[in-house]
């Protein structure tokens, strides 16, 4: 089977796009199992995640996203992938209304082109504890947590998925998500492991972010660990409604006002190139239909 695919991403945030809107008879391919080899940078063609378009089942959606980590697990939501997700919808699948909803895992997610970026309302951000989900109660906002013998104060956030947020004074604070994001990751404080992200506050609108991902590890951006940090900064007094946050791959902007309002992303979103790929059993299995 050759299946075609795009290639994307949004501040270096990168995704390998299959479309199932146009031919459903890849429905069969167990995407689980394929994101393993379509996302390897060796063997593969290399990707932070796989993101599959398939026809929506909500009916004020325009299509459906799911979303596949290199280690095979699927992922409730991504910001930077709904918004690579919409131009791909105006390009490919003839979407030409100015706002449109993504179905997610986590629910529709509404979304618009603003020349040569794309916005997305986020919804609200979840704050309760038990809800992002952490093995606390209450609200965790800048809560000691011991990860290999060493403390964090750390903020929980879930924007439709875990993240745990750790404010740090230096880049070299920001040097420590490679060493200690997979540790917090996988802590047993986060029953459904989380994204981490640590931040150091340039100025009030300005902040320098790293992320190491969810089943992907380091990345150069995370646009759900941009709005998770503006969140849990914003509510700490260390930031301001609008801010711009500057990861490796490039600058995200997020507007969030305080409790009770919606998150707001902002950024680019960027076309890489198309193919088709070759499929053996080994790596896209098909499942019984």
């Not at 459906?64 to 390009?91: H, Q, T, W």
């Not at 969140?231 to 711009?244: I, K």
Request: with cysteine; glycine share 12%.
């Amino acid at each position: 089977m050759i299946v075609p695919f795009v290639k994307m991403h949004g501040a270096g945030n990168d995704f390998v796009v299959i479309d199932v809107v146009r031919d459903e008879s890849f429905r069969v391919l167990d995407w689980g199992r394929l994101s393993r080899t379509l996302l390897d940078r060796r063997f593969g063609i290399g990707g932070d995640q796989l993101l599959v378009l398939e026809p929506p089942d909500l009916k004020d959606a325009a299509v459906k996203m799911r979303i596949f980590n290199p280690d095979g697990s699927e992922v409730e939501m991504c910001g930077n992938g709904i918004r690579c997700a919409a131009l791909y919808c105006k390009r490919f699948l003839g979407v030409q209304v100015e706002r449109f909803g993504v179905e997610t895992l986590s629910g529709v997610v509404v979304t618009g082109i603003e020349g040569d970026e794309v916005a997305v309302d986020m919804g609200l951000p979840i704050l309760e504890a038990e809800r992002v989900p952490t093995t606390a109660k209450g609200r965790v906002a800048g809560m000691p947590l011991e990860v290999a013998g060493r403390q964090f104060l750390i903020h929980a956030v879930s924007m439709g998925n875990p993240h745990c947020v750790v404010e740090v004074t230096d880049d070299e604070g920001l040097m420590m998500a490679e060493t200690f994001g997979p540790k917090i990751e996988r802590h047993p404080f986060f029953p459904n492991r989380t994204n981490v992200e640590f931040v150091r506050v340039l100025r009030p609108d300005l902040a320098k972010v790293r992320v190491w991902e969810r089943g992907a590890g380091l990345t150069l951006a995370c646009g759900s660990g941009a709005c998770a940090v503006a969140v849990a900064l914003r509510l700490a007094g260390r930031l301001a409604p609008e801010v711009a946050l500057e990861l490796p791959g490039g600058t995200l902007f997020v507007r969030y006002q305080g409790l009770g309002e919606h998150v707001f992303l902002k950024g680019p979103a960027v076309f890489v190139f198309e193919g088709r790929y070759p499929l053996t059993l080994s790596a896209g299995e098909e499942r019984d239909v």
